[in-house]
């Protein structure tokens, strides 16, 4: 079992920079892969892929929306994921889910199903 914690959300005008963080806790963070999601509003059964990275911090891959603007990062040895958002736009306004599936599991995926561990979300808002 492995539990996520998110936290570094909160609310910046549009061109505006945020770091989310994900604290992993109960099992060795090396033997997950990562990504985060977003749930935007009104989207409750809607959960959009953002990034995803492996297990060791060395590949990663993008939703188009967040391409060339946010950076997926993992450290093993913080146990901890990272996205780092940068030209944020209003369009971003969502809660933020950091989720993590086991090694011998993971698949190079942006789909909600292919992740089954889950923290309970941080909320960015960006206004314009």
């Known amino acids: 079992q492995v539990q996520l914690a998110e936290s570094g959300g909160g609310s910046v005008h549009a061109g505006g920079s945020l770091k989310l963080s994900c604290v992993a806790s109960g099992s060795a963070f090396s033997r997950f892969c990562a990504a985060w999601f977003r749930q935007a509003p009104g989207k409750e059964r809607e959960r959009e892929g953002v990034?995803?990275?492996?297990?060791?911090?060395?590949?990663?891959r993008y939703a188009d929306s967040a391409k060339d603007r946010f950076t997926i990062s993992k450290d093993n040895a913080k146990n901890t994921l990272y996205l780092q958002m940068n030209s944020l736009k209003p369009e971003d306004t969502a809660l933020y889910f950091c989720a993590v599936q086991p090694l011998e599991s993971c698949r190079v995926s942006l789909a909600a199903d292919d992740y089954d561990y889950w923290g309970h979300g941080t909320q960015v808002t960006v206004s314009s």
């Open positions: 990034a995803r990275i492996n297990s060791v911090g060395t590949m990663t």
